[in-house]
């Protein structure tokens, strides 16, 4: 192994060290998370590009929705934050944050994505807007009682 790339394999996590480039599996799951990445970018342009066409006012059952999910978020930040104070014990589940990620990478992907939320909440047209909050809504909770079910807490 050349100088290189003992330098590389410093930088790597060690749980990361036994990662193979040429395992299938790994592979497709690479191209999984392009596809979903790629998805959800278009679902935003798209939606942005429709904020003429929607943003009515949110309804007070629109509202109440998006602070329950609100709440549901915050909670799934905490937790993921005591993941972050705890990666002997715990792994971050969600694929674009990796398994061991810091805390800055943590609060930024959570306040973006809520922001991202309210904003699709309201660019969205007001029928589709309770599907939409209620599965996300759904989601979110199923998330927060996992991890509270293994042990986490609310850590900020």
């Known amino acids: 192994m050349n100088d290189r790339q003992n330098r590389i394999n410093d930088l790597v996590s060690p749980d990361m060290k036994d990662y193979r480039a040429d395992d299938p599996f790994n592979a497709m799951r690479g191209i999984l998370y392009a596809c979903l990445a790629g998805a959800v970018l278009y679902l935003?342009?798209?939606?942005?590009?429709?904020?003429t066409a929607f943003g009515a006012e949110l309804s007070k059952g629109d509202l109440q929705r998006e602070i329950a999910y609100s709440a549901l978020h915050v909670a799934d930040w905490g937790t993921t934050l005591d993941i972050v104070a705890h990666p002997d014990q715990y792994r971050e589940l969600n694929p674009i944050l990796g398994d061991h990620p810091t805390?800055?990478?943590?609060n930024t992907w959570m306040a973006s994505t809520l922001a991202a939320h309210w904003a699709i909440t309201y660019l969205m047209p007001e029928r589709y807007r309770p599907i939409w909050q209620y599965v996300t809504i759904g989601l979110e909770g199923t998330v927060v009682a996992h991890n509270l079910s293994i042990g986490l807490h609310v850590n900020f």
């Not at 342009?45 to 429709?50: E, G, Q």
């Not at 805390?103 to 943590?106: H, K």
């Open 44 to 51: 935003m342009v798209a939606l942005l590009f429709s904020l």
């Open 103 to 106: 805390r800055g990478a943590v």
